[in-house]
């Protein structure tokens, strides 16, 4: 069991600060995720905890010895780094490359015995890149590069592992690659800690996030704890939802583009819940047109998007039933529209004021559009009282749709 | 798992990749050795040379006219001796100051050494130091040159006891500028001495004397067995300074010895001979074409290249011109030149 621990480190280039009393530990048989926007000291932290960049003030142990008295050999033998400095060009191949690893093991000379040599091919294997042994450096992509300067540290044969930014450049399959490696090495005992960019990677496969905000450590704990829109909006100064995936792990999504100051375009009020209207709420707004919704539950996800973009909306309590208030501001709003949208919401005795507010707009002879996809009798969960309101809504002219794109034209021949 | 997984990969281990580079090269060597020793203003058969040398070399007695001996011993071979040692020293030199400077176009006058050695050589000739110190006026001064630009050359790039490698060039640049420019000013009040100066700026090897040469070869050969030590963290440095560090390398220590002995190596390359071109910074080149970019064949290989093509440029330097001798040093440029510039060719070509 080994552990690497930072306890309340300051570091500075120069004379400008960029870490302050930051305390973090890392132990045997943990991912651990560093996240935060950039400049926010990330790099710095990993420079301090691989002896690079002596702290001014505060202390790092490795195993309870202080990291820089240690000398320089003995850390590698227990700690190895995967930088963000790209593999050297010069024409090694990849296993003259990854033998380096082993030079903490070996005399000066770096006279390697053939026991290296199994351990370094061992290492090819377990990042699965055996084949690329004989490849000059050069002439791999940078996701094999990026598994072969992995193998590299591997040979190292450390306890604890450190990578900056290990899934920066890469494909999204040769990322989640590089994840799941992580965490097959955590698996056999390794300790893991990975600077990562990406917030969703950093939660959907870390036991463990930190994140990072001017130089100290804002948040640490589970994915669920520190990955919070709360926190994003404080370190990254944006609005993102947050939602868990089915593992039960956070996932963000960012609201689409930002909503374009509405340039004499129409007015589209979605009458929408439960995820049906977030995606077009951020297409329409980006579109630039003036979008509205309601009546949404706080704490639904359409709320959420509203909120995040900013839309004008009418909000009900969690889980409530639509109120008489509400009602009739949400007959107001939908009244005011150019067009009205009723998305293919499932209904129940809640919310099925939202389907009478979209037939008396379509009775006032607003323009009225539903989606008729899934079918509205698989979503009535009102005793037949969502079907027999969308027959009268057709009674009523207004216009059934069957997808988004569908609607968008429609929209897009009004204007 | 694949059925291959428990044979390993080709791969060739480091000690029979370095019989094998010296069992080619040495031999390369001991022939330029001998074409250098047999071609010359007076013809003398190869088997005279052979029992010359062979006679020499045993402690025996030639049983040749004592003149030939005489001029294939103090003469030839001494000559022949200096350009192995310098064209080793400049190719290992080059190639140690290519990886540690992560750069290709890296020699080892790069950093100023050559410059401040002219500068203490051309003080010397002005001031006709040349019988001084036991008749190595010229090359102590030369040494002096070298070793005070490179104090300075550190001085100015070291930042809170770490010298950057920027900051290492930068500085080598200006403090050599500055040299080069003290070289000017020896050069233009140093009257009818000017020639001598001049010739000793475009190095030349017929300066060849066994006592010199002896210098030579003490600073020469212990600095690159020195420096060949280091072959394998410079190996590591090639990954970047931060990646070296994190491998267990003490790469602060490693730089400045490697650029004190490195310095120290070209010194004694440049002291007695003067600056000869090309050779720090093209053997390399050619060295890790054919043995690749491993430090610990590499620099072998560029020093047993770099001995021998000296010998074989100051053997045509000698002999090929029917006006008489012209300096190594030129001869060098005029291949090197073209050469370097079709390895950069070659490079981007492909």
Same mark, same amino acid.
């Given at each position: 069991m080994a552990v690497l621990a930072a306890s309340r480190v300051t570091a500075a280039y120069l004379d400008a600060p960029v870490l302050r009393e930051v305390s973090l530990a890392v132990s045997s048989g943990e991912l651990l995720a560093l996240v935060g926007p950039n400049g926010s000291g990330k790099s710095t932290l990993v420079r301090v905890l691989s002896r690079v960049l002596r702290p001014q003030s505060g202390e790092v142990t490795l195993d309870g010895q202080p990291l820089y008295r240690l000398e320089g050999r003995a850390v590698a033998r227990r700690l190895a780094v995967v930088g963000q400095e790209p593999a050297p060009g010069f024409g090694f191949t990849v296993l003259e490359l990854v033998l380096m690893g082993r030079s903490p093991h070996l005399g000066r000379f770096g006279l390697e015995r053939r026991r290296d040599l199994e351990i370094a091919a061992q290492a090819l294997e377990r990042v699965g890149a055996g084949d690329l042994a004989g490849r000059s450096v050069a002439a791999t992509s940078g996701g094999e590069r990026q598994r072969v300067m992995i193998a590299r540290a591997l040979a190292q044969e450390p306890e604890l592992l450190i990578l900056d930014e290990p899934t920066a450049h890469l494909d999204l399959n040769h990322q989640l690659e590089i994840m799941g490696l992580l965490c097959r090495l955590r698996d056999e005992g390794l300790g893991v800690l990975a600077v990562l960019h990406d917030l969703n990677l950093a939660a959907s496969y870390c036991d463990r996030v930190a994140l990072m905000h001017q130089g100290r450590v804002l948040a640490e704990g589970k994915p669920g704890e520190v990955i919070t829109a709360e926190h994003v909006r404080r370190t990254y100064g944006m609005e993102v939802l947050v939602r868990e995936s089915p593992a039960g792990r956070p996932y963000l999504t960012t609201p689409g583009p930002a909503p374009q100051p509405h340039? !004499?375009?129409? =007015?589209? =009020?979605?009458?929408? %819940? #439960? !995820?049906? %209207?977030?995606?077009? /709420?951020?297409?329409? #707004?980006?579109?630039?047109?003036?979008?509205?919704?309601?009546?949404?539950?706080?704490?639904?996800? @359409?709320?959420?998007?509203?909120?995040?973009?900013?839309?004008?909306?009418?909000?009900?309590?969690? *889980?409530?039933?639509?109120?008489?208030?509400?009602?009739?501001? =949400?007959? @107001?709003?939908?009244? #005011?529209?150019?067009?009205?949208?009723?998305?293919?919401?499932?209904?129940?005795? !809640?919310? &099925?004021?939202?389907?009478?507010?979209?037939?008396?707009? $379509?009775?006032? %002879?607003?323009?009225?559009?539903? *989606?008729?996809?899934?079918?509205?009798?698989?979503?009535?969960?009102a005793g037949g009282e969502a079907t027999r309101l969308h027959a009268e809504l057709l009674a009523a002219g207004a216009r059934p749709v069957a997808t988004s794109a569908e609607l968008i034209a429609a929209l897009e021949r009004m204007a | 798992m694949a059925a291959s997984a428990p044979g390993l990969p080709h791969h060739r281990a480091l000690i029979p990749r370095l019989l094998g580079t010296l069992a080619v090269l040495v031999p390369v060597v001991l022939m330029a050795a001998g074409v250098s020793l047999a071609i010359g203003a007076a013809d003398i058969p190869l088997r005279r040379i052979a029992s010359c040398v062979f006679a020499h070399l045993t402690g025996g007695r030639s049983h040749l006219p004592p003149e030939t001996d005489l001029l294939i011993w103090n003469v030839r071979a001494s000559r022949v001796v200096l350009g192995a040692l310098v064209g080793m020293a400049l190719a290992v030199a080059g190639g140690t100051f290519q990886g540690l400077l992560r750069n290709p176009l890296a020699d080892p006058y790069l950093i100023g050494v050559s410059a401040g050695a002219g500068a203490g050589a051309a003080f010397a000739l002005m001031r006709h130091l040349q019988e001084a110190a036991w008749g190595l006026g010229v090359p102590l001064f030369a040494f002096l040159g070298a070793a005070v630009t490179m104090a300075g050359v550190y001085a100015l790039a070291q930042v809170r006891g770490k010298v950057p490698m920027e900051a290492f060039i930068l500085a080598g640049v200006v403090v050599?500028? *500055? /040299?080069?420019?003290? +070289?000017? &000013? *020896? /050069?233009?009040? $140093? %009257?009818? @001495?000017?020639?001598?100066? &001049?010739?000793?700026? /475009?190095?030349?090897?017929?300066?060849?004397?066994?006592?010199? +040469?002896?210098?030579?070869? $003490?600073? $020469?050969?212990?600095?690159?067995?020195?420096?060949?030590g280091y072959a394998h963290q410079l190996n590591l440095l090639t990954l970047g300074e931060e990646a070296a560090r994190q491998s267990g390398v003490e790469v602060e220590r490693l730089k400045v010895r490697v650029i004190l002995v490195g310095s120290l190596l070209t010194a004694a390359a440049v002291c007695l001979t003067g600056i000869i071109g090309f050779v720090g910074l093209v053997i390399p080149h050619i060295a890790r074409r054919l043995v690749g970019p491993d430090h610990r064949v590499l620099l072998p290989a560029a020093g047993l290249i770099g001995a021998a093509f000296l010998m074989l440029a100051d053997t045509v330097a000698r002999s090929a011109f029917s006006f008489g001798e012209i300096p190594v040093g030129v001869i060098t440029s005029l291949l090197g030149a073209p050469f370097f510039c079709y390895l950069l060719r070659a490079r981007s070509g492909g």
């Open positions: 340039s !004499g375009r129409l =007015h589209v =009020h979605l009458i929408c %819940g #439960a !995820g049906t %209207g977030e995606g077009l /709420m951020g297409t329409l #707004a980006g579109a630039g047109y003036r979008v509205s919704a309601g009546v949404l539950n706080v704490e639904d996800s @359409d709320q959420a998007a509203a909120e995040a973009l900013g839309l004008e909306r009418i909000e009900e309590a969690p *889980f409530s039933p639509i109120s008489d208030e509400s009602h009739a501001r =949400h007959l @107001d709003l939908a009244g #005011a529209a150019d067009a009205v949208v009723l998305l293919p919401i499932p209904v129940g005795s !809640g919310n &099925v004021r939202n389907l009478e507010a979209a037939l008396t707009a $379509a009775r006032a %002879g607003r323009p009225v559009f539903y *989606f008729t996809e899934p079918p509205p009798v698989e979503r009535d969960f | 050599g500028s *500055f /040299m080069w420019s003290l +070289v000017t &000013v *020896f /050069m233009s009040v $140093a %009257g009818q @001495d000017l020639g001598s100066i &001049v010739f000793w700026l /475009m190095g030349r090897l017929e300066v060849g004397e066994w006592r010199q +040469v002896g210098v030579v070869a $003490a600073l $020469a050969v212990p600095s690159a067995l020195i420096l060949y």
